[in-house]
């Protein structure tokens, strides 16, 4: 099976820009997780999709982002305008139940440099 | 707030060598644990975990983890290093409570390097 796709896997914009990262889970997986990691930090969650619901966004750092999962299946996590402390990885992942005993399946992460 | 702490941000070892990294976690209720490893332009991928049972666990790739209740802690082991082991190291741990405690919390990653 496919695994997560995410896309672009760089972004490089000028600070107040938009940006749109997108993440395609795993056919069939309701579930869909977005984290990031920061400088070098911890990997950090930042919401939860269950289909096309969010479940928990306890993770949002400020209103600057925005994500979407229009007709449960890929998601995008916009953010505008960007920030320079928004450099980071972004992580997408994808289960089929929640919380999964077994693991989640993570993409590749979109690498965002904002300068 | 559940945290995890891998308190070595670079381990080195030599190949053939025992490899540890290490993790100490912090949860309320039973703690979901678990290892990831990030290769070069990969994704995180899963390794091991401890759900129930016993306390020893083993992965992917040869590695075991060993569960300590009482030093909070879920070290990450492999008997003989390779050269190809090296990568960056997650440890990441979920609660049992309902709501966000069962989101996933990660450590802030270990890059091992394994020296031939």
């Known amino acids: 099976e ?3 796709t995410q896309f672009p896997s760089h972004s490089v914009i000028e600070k ?8 395609d889970p795993i056919s069939g997986h ?11 930090k911890e990997i950090k969650f930042l919401l939860h999709f269950v289909k096309e ?8 750092p400020n209103n600057r982002f925005l994500a979407e999962r229009t007709g449960g299946t890929y998601s995008t996590l916009k953010v505008q305008p960007a920030e320079l402390e928004d450099s980071g990885v972004y992580f997408c992942a994808s289960s ?5 005993n077994y693991g989640y399946t993570f993409g590749s992460g979109t690498r965002l440099t904002v300068v | 707030a559940q945290s995890v702490a891998q308190p070595e941000d670079q381990v080195n070892v030599a190949e053939g060598n025992p490899l540890t990294v290490k993790c100490t ?8 644990l678990f290892w990831y490893v990030q290769y070069p332009n990969r994704g995180l991928q899963f390794l091991l975990k401890y759900i129930t049972g016993d306390n020893l666990v083993k992965g992917s790739y040869g590695f075991e983890a060993e569960f300590n209740k009482s030093q909070t802690s879920f070290h990450l082991k492999k008997p003989s290093a390779l050269v190809s082991d090296s ?3 997650f ?15 990660f450590g802030s990653g270990t890059q091992l390097t394994v020296l031939p």
């Open chain 1, 53 to 60: 619901s969010k479940q928990d966004e306890s993770g949002m």
């Open chain 1, 96 to 100: 089929q139940v929640h919380p999964s």
């Open chain 1, 30 to 40: 309701d579930n869909l997780y977005w984290y990031r990691r920061v400088m070098g």
């Open chain 1, 2 to 4: 496919a695994g997560v």
């Open chain 1, 16 to 23: 107040g820009q938009t940006v749109t990262l997108r993440c």
């Open chain 2, 91 to 105: 440890c990441a741990v979920r609660g049992s409570i309902s709501g966000s405690a069962r989101q996933l919390t």
């Open chain 2, 87 to 89: 990568a960056l190291y």
């Open chain 2, 25 to 32: 976690y912090s949860v309320s209720g039973n703690p979901y």
